[in-house]
């Protein structure tokens, strides 16, 4: 049975402004999560009633500890920046693994091209870490980078700023194009706006795109019906056009749904 | 702890809210389905409905707003697959019905006469909707239609599920009596908006939502009180219960069994723990029997 699991936080940094790098107890979180996955964060004030969904960073089985990136974006974000690491009384209500992360297995042996936007990173980082060598990553940063430094070795690192404060000036697409790189499959995820321009071009350039979304979530696990996309195909369990971000997602190929 | 709802007999008197708790399947992970009173289906209609875009919830305090639309695979699918998984469990089976006409919920109604279910709940209240649903609770008329039409396709038991967004709650449930519902639930949520002051545009695609958490206990527990003293049926008392205390309230006020909905997203052991809460309590109390907290104000 799944449980709803009280991790202590071990430790909470600031890396950029207003985002945060938390690193969590759970064995079973640290064993079973893969890349793409995410678990929901629960609020300690009891009157924020709805989990926080938060992809999964990295995972430490040794340890037994998992991590997050987060950025400060409303009153759950802040309560958790808030937090002090290392007292238990600062432990977290979490459920988690959930969703179905990205295809990693799958598509082993290929090349795969990493697309991050802003928060979207964090996903990208636990991805790079498996596939090292077989990975390039492209990182869309508003104005300052943040975990690109974090990237293995193996895994070559392309950034775009908006402000142009470094790597290319514009989007990850200019970034795409200055570079002139390609792949076999790509993993994207970040703002909306980015998702559509990377599965634009993916499909242009005959390549298979995978793109993990977000929804509001309430019960994280597939009962409620809140967080659903449209999908361009009936799904098999919910007998209409939709698809549940997450159980069936966050993480589908961007043919399959409508961005 | 057993109760007895229009002569069906749970073992005891706490079950699942419909909407929040899908068909069981996704929460059996957590929860075993055998030790609850019953499960309340998400309402379930003839053909497969899509219902609203995104988004369609957001968290308010202590609360939160949902405008799913009844989204649901049809009752087809429901019959086939949704049924035989509940039937594992050793827990009553409750359908929740809805329906965009009259005939719509009499043909759900009908086709679930044969099928292994125990009572059938019929969604008169849903606020996120356009056609059926809401509009059917709120008048009179319409409200004892529907039940007369039903009672007489159902095989099952029925139960009418109220919306609290009406004047007087007592007229809707003596109405529902009146042509024959074997027992009421209420209640339903409560519809609300929020409004994004930055975008200056309504956070839900559907504008209106359908408030549910603690934050609308107190008004449940009145809205219990006094349709549970307006008619001898049964009522099933729901709203904003997140824990055994809650539900006590709701039995007191006047509630047969209870049912909890959006407490299940924070904690999805919540169910059982609030089964266990109230079997503490009549152990604290002294209290020999659950039917002597029942309606006891
Ligand atoms: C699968 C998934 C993975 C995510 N991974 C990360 C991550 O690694 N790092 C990170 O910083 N953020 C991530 N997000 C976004 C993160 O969930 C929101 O920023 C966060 O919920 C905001 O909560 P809040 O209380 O600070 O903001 P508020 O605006 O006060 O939140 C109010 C309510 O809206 C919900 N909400 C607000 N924004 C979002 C959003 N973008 N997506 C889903 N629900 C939202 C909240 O959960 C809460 O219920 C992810 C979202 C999803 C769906
Ligand atoms: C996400 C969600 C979906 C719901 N779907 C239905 C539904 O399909 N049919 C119905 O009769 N009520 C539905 N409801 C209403 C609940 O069954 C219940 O009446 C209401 O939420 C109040 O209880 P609570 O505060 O314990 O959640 C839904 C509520 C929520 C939050
Ligand atoms: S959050 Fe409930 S179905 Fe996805």
Not at chain 2, 68 to 73: A, D, E, S, Y
Not at chain 2, 108 to 129: K, Q, T
Request: hydrophobic share 40%.
């Amino acid at each position: 049975m799944m449980l709803k699991e009280s991790c202590t936080v071990l430790s909470l940094d600031e890396i950029e402004e207003d985002i945060y790098s938390m690193w969590l107890s759970s064995q079973a979180i640290a064993e079973e999560a893969r890349p793409g996955q995410f678990v929901n964060v629960y609020s300690r004030d009891r009157s924020r009633l709805l989990p926080r969904p938060i992809s999964i960073c990295e995972t430490d089985p040794a340890q037994g500890c998992f991590r997050l990136v987060f950025r400060v974006a409303g009153a759950g974000t802040r309560e958790f920046a808030s937090l002090q690491a290392g007292a238990h009384t600062n432990a977290l209500d979490v459920i988690g693994p959930l969703g179905n992360g990205f295809p990693l297995a799958e598509e082993k042996g290929k090349r795969v091209l990493l697309v991050g936007g802003g928060i979207g990173i964090p996903p990208m980082l636990s991805c790079a870490k498996v596939l090292q060598e077989d990975a390039m990553a492209v990182l869309g940063y508003r104005s300052r980078a943040f975990l690109q430094e974090e990237f293995p070795q193996a895994c070559p690192v392309f950034i775009a700023t908006e402000d142009g404060s470094s790597g290319s000036k514009g989007t990850v697409i200019d970034a795409i194009r200055e570079n002139s790189l390609t792949a076999d499959v790509i993993f994207a995820c970040g703002p909306k706006p980015m998702l559509r321009a990377v599965s634009a071009w993916a499909a242009k350039e005959g390549i298979p795109c995978f793109v993990s979304l977000e929804e509001r979530m309430a019960c994280g696990i597939g009962a409620c019906l809140g967080c659903v996309c449209d999908s361009n195909t009936l799904d098999r369990h919910l007998n209409v056009c939709k698809k549940r971000v997450c159980l069936e997602g966050p993480v589908f190929l961007s043919t399959e749904v409508k961005l | 702890m057993q109760v007895k709802l229009a002569g069906i007999e749970l073992k005891n008197p706490v079950m699942t809210a419909s909407g929040t708790f899908g068909s069981g399947q996704e929460y059996s992970r957590f929860v075993n389905l055998s030790h609850l009173g019953a499960v309340v289906t998400k309402g379930v209609s003839i053909v497969p409905w899509s219902g609203n875009q995104t988004p369609r919830i957001v968290e308010t305090p202590s609360g939160m707003l949902n405008a799913i639309g009844l989204q649901n695979p049809g009752i087809d699918v429901f019959c086939e697959r949704d049924i035989p998984f509940l039937r594992q469990f050793d827990t009553r089976i409750i359908v929740n019905v809805c329906g965009h006409s009259m005939v719509e919920y009499c043909e759900v109604a009908e086709r679930l006469s044969m099928e292994p279910v125990d009572l059938l709940e019929i969604n008169v209240s849903c606020p996120n909707v356009k056609e059926g649903g809401i509009a059917f609770g709120q008048d009179p008329k319409a409200l004892a239609g529907i039940v007369r039409q039903v009672k007489r396709v159902a095989r099952q038991p029925i139960i009418i599920k109220l919306s609290p967004n009406v004047t007087d709650i007592k007229e809707k449930a003596k109405a529902a009596e009146a042509e024959g519902a074997d027992a009421i639930s209420l209640i339903n949520t409560l519809t609300g908006m929020k409004i994004d002051i930055y975008r200056r545009g309504f956070v839900l695609a559907n504008r209106t939502g359908g408030l549910s958490g603690p934050c609308i206990h107190p008004v449940a527990v009145r809205m219990v009180y006094e349709a549970a003293h307006s008619v001898d049926i049964p009522v099933i008392g729901m709203g904003g219960i997140s824990v055994a205390e809650d539900a006590i309230e709701m039995l007191m006020a006047g509630a047969s069994a209870v049912a909890v909905g959006t407490a299940s997203f924070r904690d999805p052991l919540a169910l059982e723990r609030i089964i266990d809460g109230i079997e503490e309590f009549l152990d604290s109390q002294g209290v020999e029997q659950i039917q002597d907290i029942i309606k006891v104000l």
